[in-house]
Nanobody
Framework: QVQLVESGGGLVQAGGSLRLSCAAS????????IGWFRQAPGKEREPVAS????????SYADSVKGRFTISRDNAKNTVYLQMNSLKPEDTAVYYC????????????WGQGTQVTVSS
């Protein structure tokens, strides 16, 4: 069974940094697009960033451009989200998800990791 496991969340002060990891198992990792999403209390889940299987194409939400960087290591079946200059509004549960390159919907999801940014 495919599993995505996030790690690296925690409590950080505004302006600080965190690096999230998403480790995939039993997934043909190199053929999947991996995305990071987040959901804050009382808000809908929103996309944060995504990366193609080659790593050659990435996309970011406007709210995180210039602060967050997504990368992947296919040899380790792991995707990273480096988050710098964190703001209190970045506080949310962060999820990674996977979809096949040829599909549009994400069909595999991790359990989420909490990121809390204090002001």
């Amino acid at each position: 069974q495919v599993q995505l496991v996030e790690s690296g969340g925690g409590l950080v002060q505004a302006g600080g940094s965190l690096r999230l990891s998403c480790a995939a198992s039993k997934l043909p990792f190199s053929t999947y697009v991996i995305g990071w999403f987040r959901q804050a209390p009382g808000k809908e889940r929103e996309p944060v960033a995504s990366i193609t299987w080659t790593g050659s194409s990435t996309s970011y939400a406007d709210s995180v451009k210039g602060r967050f960087t997504i990368s992947r290591d296919n040899a380790k079946n792991t995707v990273y989200l480096q988050m710098n200059s964190l703001k209190p509004e970045d506080t949310a549960v962060y999820y990674c998800a996977a979809r096949h390159t040829l599909l549009t919907n994400y069909n595999y999801w991790g359990q989420g990791t909490q990121v809390t940014v204090s002001s």
